[in-house]
T-cell receptor
Framework: GAGVSQTPSNKVTEKGKYVELRCDPISGHTALYWYRQSLGQGPEFLIYFQGTGAADDSGLPNDRFFAVRPEGSVSTLKIQRTERGDSAVYLC??????????????FGPGTRLTVL | GQSLEQPSEVTAVEGAIVQINCTYQTSGFYGLSWYQQHDGGAPTFLSYNALDGLEETGRFSSFLSRSDSYGYLLLQELQMKDSASYFCAAPRGGSYIPTFGRGTSLIVHP
């Protein structure tokens, strides 16, 4: 079956612009996670959804970052007034339940965001 | 806080055996997962240990010692395609959300 997909695969934007990154999780997976990964680092947690609600957004670095999952499936990560420091690969992952996500998560290929 | 420490890089030759270590400091430890990530690719799940001991999955095995807060990933019969980054991960206490180590870059030489 289809895995986790993310679009776009690459996004180049200018400082101060607004961007949206999309994640389409595996069908039937109730838990969805967003991570940010910089070169030479492990994935850094941003936000986690259980169904439609953000169950934990403690990893969002500031209020320029926001994410939604209105129908409990596709999620969009939104970044306002982008800064050069936001440049990274943004990874999305899903798991069947939140508990199974503690063991195994299924990752998408990521969106490489470059802020000029 | 929570932290997982791994070596930054390990090199080995084809056919050899290599061990990637992970030490962790966490409250409310549940278990340790391992992921593989090729350059430009998505992390993919390899193995999970909830209890002490060795879990074997083909050429890959993973070990956990909860008393020592230590685990390792063992890769046998190394192949060139095993060149990748390997991450250990463990949920933070009171949560199902994993914290990842910084990753170990494995370079396999012919």
């Amino acid at each position: 079956g289809a895995g986790v997909s993310q679009t776009p695969s690459n996004k180049v934007t200018e400082k101060g612009k607004y961007v949206e990154l999309r994640c389409d999780p595996i069908s039937g997976h109730t838990a969805l996670y967003w991570y940010r990964q910089s070169l030479g680092q492990g994935p850094e947690f941003l936000i986690y959804f259980q169904g439609t609600g953000a169950a934990d957004d403690s990893g969002l670095p500031n209020d320029r970052f926001f994410a939604v999952r209105p129908e409990g499936s596709v999620s969009t990560l939104k970044i306002q007034r982008t800064e050069r420091g936001d440049s990274a690969v943004y990874l999305c992952a899903s798991s069947f339940t939140s508990g199974s996500g503690a063991v195994e998560q299924f990752f998408g290929p990521g969106t490489r965001l470059t802020v000029l | 806080g929570q932290s997982l420490e791994q070596p930054s890089e390990v090199t080995a030759v084809e056919g050899a055996i290599v061990q990637i270590n992970c030490t962790y400091q966490t409250s409310g430890f549940y278990g340790l997962s391992w992921y593989q990530q090729h350059d430009g690719g998505a992390p993919t799940f390899l193995s999970y240990n909830a209890l002490d001991g060795l879990e074997e999955t083909g050429r890959f095995s993973s070990f956990l010692s909860r008393s020592d807060s230590y685990g390792y990933l063992l890769l046998q019969e190394l192949q060139m395609k095993d060149s990748a980054s390997y991450f250990c991960a463990a949920p933070r206490g009171g949560s199902y959300i994993p914290t990842f180590g910084r990753g170990t870059s494995l370079i396999v030489h012919p």
